[in-house]
Nanobody
Framework: QVQLVESGGGMVQVGGSLRLSCATS????????VAWFRQAPGKEREFVTR????????YYEDSVKGRFTISWDNAKNTVFLQMNKLKPDDTADYYC?????????????????WGQGTQVIVSS
C-alpha cells in the first residue's frame, strides 16, 4: 500500500510562489509515477504535472509550463511542486497521486493512490 500526504498550501498574492510537498510512504516508489492534479470549485479534477522516480521524465500541462517545477527527492521520499508566478486561475485544491509504472498518463483514473489534498488560493 502507498500513502501520500500533501502539505504546503496556503494563500498567496498574484505573482507569488508556493512549494507543495507530497510525502510518500508504505513502499519504495521506484517503479511508480507521481503526479499532481488540481480541482477548482465547481470544476473537474485536472492534470498538472507528473514525474517518474528517476526524474528522467517530467511532463507539464501547458498552462503551468515555465512556472511550475516538479521534482523528486528520493532520499526524502518526497515529491515537490514548486509553483512560481502564480495566477488566480491556479486557485484550487492540489492533489498528489501515484500509479505503478512509468507509462505516460494524464488521466486521473490511471492513478490508484491519492493524498487528501492541500488548498492553494491566489488572491489578486
Amino acid at each position: 500500500q502507498v500513502q501520500l500526504v500533501e502539505s504546503g498550501g496556503g494563500m498567496v498574492q498574484v505573482g507569488g510562489s508556493l512549494r507543495l510537498s507530497c510525502a510518500t510512504s508504505g513502499r519504495t516508489l521506484d517503479s511508480f509515477t507521481v503526479a499532481w492534479f488540481r480541482q477548482a470549485p465547481g470544476k473537474e479534477r485536472e492534470f498538472v504535472t507528473r514525474i517518474t522516480y528517476t526524474s528522467e521524465h517530467a511532463y507539464y500541462e501547458d498552462s503551468v509550463k515555465g512556472r511550475f517545477t516538479i521534482s523528486w527527492d528520493n532520499a526524502k521520499n518526497t515529491v515537490f511542486l514548486q509553483m512560481n508566478k502564480l495566477k488566480p486561475d491556479d486557485t484550487a485544491d492540489y492533489y498528489c497521486a501515484a500509479k505503478y509504472g512509468i507509462a505516460s498518463s494524464d488521466n486521473k483514473y490511471s492513478y490508484k493512490f491519492w493524498g487528501q489534498g492541500t488548498q492553494v488560493i491566489v488572491s489578486s
